[in-house]
């Protein structure tokens, strides 16, 4: 059974940072395909980074080199380092597992496992 477990959001000023963590546990961690997205209220969920064990990464615009993603084989966590934060960025993060398709930038519907999301807040 594959379980996804967010970590690591919080309230933080604009131009702040944070680091999100996503415990993986029960998916293959040898080829590996999994991202970051993020929902605000009202909003669809927008993808915001992926990476896969070739290894390649994708962002999305709106967070290209503000955000980086990064997976520790070892400790089977994925992460999410946030820099220069804005109020905008505010919204819940979901880590995601198993994408049946590779897009520019991450697409919700091509993955297949989630977590259960952290709250991230920026004010300004």
């Known amino acids: 059974q594959v379980q996804l477990v967010e970590s690591g959001g919080g309230s933080v000023e604009a131009g702040g940072s944070l680091r999100l963590s996503c415990a993986v546990s029960g998916y293959n961690s040898r080829q590996y395909c999994m991202g970051w997205f993020r929902q605000a209220p009202g909003k669809a969920r927008e993808g915001l980074a992926a990476l896969d064990s070739d290894p390649s990464t994708s962002y999305a615009d709106s967070v290209k080199g503000r955000f980086t993603i990064d997976f520790d084989n070892a400790k089977n966590t994925l992460y999410l380092q946030m820099n220069n934060l804005k109020p905008e960025d505010t919204a819940m993060y979901y880590c995601?597992?198993?994408?049946?398709?590779?897009?520019?930038?991450?697409?919700?519907?091509?993955?297949?496992?989630w977590g259960q999301g952290t709250q991230v807040t920026v004010s300004s």
């Open positions: 995601a597992a198993d994408c049946s398709r590779w897009r520019l930038p991450p697409n919700a519907a091509d993955f297949r496992y």
